[in-house]
C-alpha cells in the first residue's frame, strides 16, 4: 500500500462565475481520484477537499489496486478474449476534460438562448 502523506495528494479546484464547482483531489503514487460536486448540503471546498482526501485514506486501507494495474490487468484479460469488467472509479484525465467541455458548451448553449 503506498503512503497517504499529504505530499502525495494534489487537489485541483474548479470554478466558474459562480464560484467552485468541483474540487477534485488525487493520490499521484496510485492515481485514485476522488471528486466532490457542490451541492446544497456541501457549499465549501474546504470540507469537499477533506472528503476527498478521506475517500482516498479509506480506498487506500483497503487496498485500492492503482490505476495502472488495473489497465494491465483488463488488457490482459481481454487478450483472453474475456470481457473485462468496468472500472467505474478512475476517470481519465481526458475524459474528464472532455467533460468540461461539454458542460461549458451546454452553459454557453443556455446563456446564449435566454438573451434571445
Known sequence: MSSDRDSDLHTETF???RGW???RV???PTALVAERTR???LRSPVQAQQECIEEIRQALAEGAVPAAEVETEAAAV???GE???PVSRFVS???FDKL???VTRLERRLRDSRKT
Open 83 to 85: 470481457r473485462p469488467q
Open 78 to 80: 481481454g487478450a483472453k
Open 21 to 23: 464547482t468541483v474540487v
Open 15 to 17: 470554478s466558474n462565475a
Open 100 to 102: 468540461v467541455a461539454r
Open 93 to 95: 484525465r481526458e475524459d
Open 26 to 28: 488525487t493520490h499521484l
Open 39 to 41: 451541492s446544497q448540503s
